[in-house]
């Protein structure tokens, strides 16, 4: 059992940049494969950025590809999603997940663990 924390959300002009942390709690992310989904109101959770594992492969939502990229840090212990060329349309709560198995899934219930998220606004 792993729990995620995120940080980082905010307000951010479109157009702006804001970087998301996502720690595990003393727990090293290696074996687990890791991601990003967000959630608006109405809506039903996207898959933004995920890293497999094994392999370390990256998949990316079409409608973030070239603006958002997704990375671990040195130790495995976090997780991070640096969001670049912000629109109002990323507007929304964007959650830290985390899982044993292998592959990236857009389904969100793949994913045993999840962080509580945390809102952007990218608004003028």
């Known amino acids: 059992q792993i729990q995620l924390v995120e940080s980082g959300g905010g307000l951010v002009q479109p157009g702006g940049s804001l970087g998301l942390s996502c720690g595990a709690s003393?727990?090293?992310?290696?074996?687990?494969?890791v991601g990003w989904f967000r959630q608006t109101p109405g809506k039903e959770r996207e898959l933004v950025a995920c890293?497999?594992?094994?392999?370390?492969?990256?998949t990316y939502a079409d409608s973030v590809k070239g603006r958002f990229t997704i990375s671990l840090d040195n130790a495995k212990i976090a997780t991070y999603l640096q969001m670049n060329s912000l629109k109002p349309e990323d507007t929304a709560v964007y959650f830290c997940?985390?899982?044993?198995?292998?592959?990236?899934?857009?389904?969100?219930?793949?994913?045993?663990?999840w962080g509580r998220g945390t809102q952007v606004t990218v608004s003028s």
């Open positions: 890293i497999s594992n094994p392999g370390g492969s990256h």
């Open positions: 997940v985390a899982d044993r198995g292998s592959f990236c899934s857009r389904y969100d219930s793949y994913f045993h663990f």
């Open positions: 003393g727990v090293s992310l290696d074996l687990y494969t």
